[in-house]
């Protein structure tokens, strides 16, 4: 990069870990430090591959199926949910399982197993073969069909006077959900939805904290790896408002030619990106040259997640 092209760098804020991936990430340390090393883990903890190699190396296995553990292992579930199978197999083979799935997750499966027994069909909006959208779509898989697209929602067919709930992944764009909502309540009029939106309040949080940005910058980086939904999802904000960005896992993935016309560059990390990659790209721009790093803004959040019941059942001395 030429020295002194970049003049400046803006902090969005919030940006980084959210409550449910403090919690996931904590859940594997302390099952490691309770039971000791080795603790399996069903998927990536959460969709960060510098998260996932630190607990690699404090002795956390990560399989992609329950089966794969042995039996009896410890086998804590990832942040983003499984479907009611994974825990009837864990069970059959001896498994202890410690739940990490998101509160906010939760709660939609909750949500989805309650329209079922309502006899309702469930609509789920999301991306086919994310791990949280196969988890959700195990909990009713007869009454649930998925939509990924205001065309899927267009074209969506139902039986004619079936009674109509929708549900959403958490880690999606809030602009392109609330537009596909739009579509089922005119062709569905009666749907239901829940009564507070499935999106979280991180993902949504984090994309405002993008647009506040935009009108101040020439470029966004977005601290995240490829596989996380509300990392991807802050490069589309950026992007739809005509402003480049890039999603990096670090500043490893930097190329200097991006900043070419940019002389004020945005930052902001995913809800899965701990906060010592953003330094590190941070002092990358200052070995460049580039002094001015300051927070666009501040925002605080405060919301925290207990650890799962198993842990601090286990953690609690018997009286």
Not at 68 to 92: K, M, N, Q, R, T
Not at 202 to 223: H, M
């Amino acid at each position: 990069m030429a020295r002194g092209l970049v003049q400046r760098v803006l902090l969005a804020s919030p940006r980084g870990y959210c409550a449910g991936v403090e919690r996931a990430v904590e859940t594997v340390e302390r099952a490691l430090s309770l039971y000791g090393a080795p603790v399996y883990v069903r998927k990536q903890i959460v969709h960060n591959a510098h998260v996932v190699r630190d607990l690699e190396v404090r002795g956390a296995i990560f399989v992609e199926d329950e089966t794969e553990a042995p039996a009896g292992a410890i086998l804590v579930l990832s942040a983003h949910g499984v479907a009611p199978s994974v825990y009837d197999h864990a069970a059959a083979r001896r498994q202890t399982t410690i739940d990490a799935t998101c509160p906010l997750v939760t709660k939609v499966h909750v949500q989805a197993r309650r329209y079922a027994a309502e006899g309702k069909r469930i609509v789920l909006i999301g991306h086919a073969g994310h791990e949280e959208v196969i988890g959700t779509l195990g909990e009713a898989p007869d009454a649930t069909v998925l939509v990924e697209s205001v065309e899927d929602a267009e074209a969506l067919e139902l039986p004619a006077g079936a009674p109509v709930a929708y549900i959403t992944q958490t880690t999606l764009s809030v602009d392109e959900t609330a537009e596909i909502i739009d579509i089922l309540k005119r062709r569905f009029p009666h749907i239901r939805g829940p009564q507070r939106e499935d999106i979280c309040y991180a993902t949504s949080n984090r994309q405002w904290a993008v647009k506040e940005l935009l009108d101040e910058i020439d470029l966004l980086l977005v601290i995240g790896s490829h596989n996380s939904s509300n990392s991807n999802r802050l490069v589309e904000v950026a992007r739809c408002a005509n402003v480049e960005a890039y999603l990096i896992d670090d500043e490893t993935e930097i190329e200097e030619r991006w900043f070419e016309r940019a002389e004020t560059v945005g930052l902001t990390s995913g809800a899965s990106a701990p906060e010592h990659l953003v330094e590190r790209v941070c002092d990358w721009f200052r070995a460049q040259g580039v002094t001015e790093i300051t927070p666009f803004a501040s925002v605080y959040e405060d919301v925290v997640f207990r650890l799962p019941v198993e842990l601090r059942r286990a953690e609690t001395p018997a009286a």
